[in-house]
């Protein structure tokens, strides 16, 4: 997982270093599965006890942060759908994001 935050990114050190240790937190409990396609990140989590509001409060925190990106939460059957969208031509926009949500090893 990425341990520094994408160049766009308008958080502080501080700031920044809280929001890493909660998506961090957030992959270590709920293990999910991601993908990138054509400027698409798809992230899957299992939709245990607690990981649907995590998952909409930082991908709200994130909206103000990262608004290059489009950042959306579903749930597909039990699971949470993170999906993070760049704009139109630059598909290369989530691939910082990619990194730093990355399941840890």
């Known amino acids: 997982m990425r341990t520094s935050l994408p160049l766009a990114c308008t958080l502080g050190p501080q700031d920044g270093d809280a929001r890493l240790q909660r998506w961090q ?3 270590r409990s709920a293990h999910p599965v991601s993908s990138v396609l054509d400027g698409i990140l798809e992230v899957r989590y299992p939709g245990h006890p607690g990981v649907l509001d995590e998952v909409r409060a ?4 994130e909206r103000t942060c990262c608004a290059f990106v489009d ?7 039990g699971d949470v ?9 630059t598909p290369e926009a ?11 090893t």
């Open 58 to 61: 930082l991908a709200t925190a």
């Open 25 to 27: 937190a957030l992959h």
């Open 71 to 77: 950042w959306t939460v579903t749930q597909v059957g």
């Open 94 to 104: 989530v691939e910082p994001i990619a990194a730093l949500l990355a399941a840890p």
């Open 81 to 89: 759908l993170l999906t993070v969208t760049s704009p139109p031509g």
